[in-house]
């Protein structure tokens, strides 16, 4: 069982920055992927960015290519969503979800584990 936790979401003015932070913990994995997925009120979930927990491929939602950057720490099971020139339309529930495939996916069904997510607002 892999427990996942979310922190660092807020509230932003728009063209602000966040960094949200994942920790993984319970059953280890050397393998697989990690995924930001986010869920505006009225709308359905939304993949944002994911990254393979080898080599660190990434891949993005277009509409936050430019803006977000995903990052990992090995050592630490971690997980970071840096999160910049935020729009108001950023704003929604931000979950960290982990897949055991080893090629990203954007489909959440693909994914396994996800933590209880963090708010994130962004203001006009």
């Known amino acids: 069982q892999v427990s996942l936790v979310e922190s660092g979401g807020g509230l932003v003015q728009a063209g602000g920055s966040l960094r949200l932070s994942c920790a993984a913990s319970?059953?280890?994995?050397?393998?697989?992927?990690m995924g930001w997925f986010r869920q505006a009120p009225g709308k359905e979930r939304e993949f944002v960015a994911g990254?393979?927990?080898?080599?660190?491929?990434?891949t993005y939602a277009d509409s936050v290519k430019g803006r977000f950057t995903i990052s990992k720490n090995n050592a630490r099971n971690a997980v970071y969503l840096e999160m910049n020139s935020l729009k108001t339309e950023d704003t929604g529930v931000y979950y960290c979800?982990?897949?055991?495939?080893?090629?990203?996916?954007?489909?959440?069904?693909?994914?396994?584990?996800w933590g209880r997510g963090t708010q994130v607002t962004v203001s006009s």
């Open positions: 979800a982990r897949s055991p495939r080893a090629y990203i996916s954007t489909t959440s069904a693909f994914y396994d584990s």
């Open positions: 990254i393979t927990w080898i080599g660190g491929s990434t």
């Open positions: 319970g059953r280890t994995f050397s393998a697989g992927t």
